[in-house]
Structure formats: structure tokens, C-alpha cells
């Protein structure tokens, strides 16, 4: 069973940057197409970008430009750099296989704000 901790969020003012990472248990990951995922208060969870096992990677117009997802296959972690943040990014981050999602993790919490 796949296990997924995500953490580096915070509160951070409009333009800022964060970096969240998500470490995963689990062979399954190596081989399986990633993406983080946000949840904003009273809203359906989105994906916001994706990454294959070989690196191609896909973005919501949302946070195209913006946002740049990676991952480390030998260490079993996926990555999201997000700079020039804004309040509608605030949300609940999650990382899970794409297009099917596998047990949730807890998320990280990220809130943009002055």
C-alpha cells in the first residue's frame, strides 16, 4: 500500500514562493504518473499539475507559468514549486498517482495572504 505525506506549506504573502514535496512509500511510484491536487475551502479537490515517470508534465491554465512540478524517482518524491503566489491558490495540497487516485495523505496546508 502506497502511503503519501505531503509538507511545505505555509502562509505566505501574495508573489510569494513556496515549495512542497511529498514523499511516498511504495514501489508503485516509480512507475506511476504523479500529481498534486488542492482542495479550497467549499470546493471540489482539482488537479493542478501532473508529471509521468518520465518527466512530461501537464498544468491547469490556473497555474501554468506559475507553478513547476518534479520529482525524484530515486528518492520516491514529487515536488511543486509555486511562485508568484495568489489568494485563490490558497488550499489543502495533496499529492496522489493520476488518473487514479490511491489512499489520500493528510495534505499541507498553503495560505496566501497579506
Known amino acids: 500500500q502506497v502511503q503519501l505525506v505531503e509538507s511545505g506549506g505555509g502562509l505566505v504573502q501574495p508573489g510569494g514562493s513556496l515549495r512542497l514535496s511529498c514523499a511516498a512509500s511504495g514501489r508503485l511510484f516509480s512507475i506511476a504518473t504523479m500529481g498534486w491536487y488542492r482542495q479550497a475551502s467549499g470546493k471540489q479537490r482539482e488537479l493542478v499539475a501532473r508529471i509521468s515517470n518520465g518527466g512530461s508534465t501537464n498544468y491547469a491554465d490556473s497555474v501554468k507559468g506559475r507553478f513547476t512540478i518534479s520529482r525524484d524517482n530515486a528518492k520516491n518524491t514529487v515536488y511543486l514549486q509555486m511562485n508568484s503566489l495568489r489568494p485563490e491558490d490558497t488550499a489543502v495540497y495533496y499529492c496522489?498517482?493520476?488518473?487514479?487516485?490511491?489512499?489520500w495523505g493528510q495534505g499541507t496546508q498553503v495560505t496566501v495572504s497579506s
Open positions: 496522489n498517482a493520476w488518473p487514479l487516485p490511491l489512499s
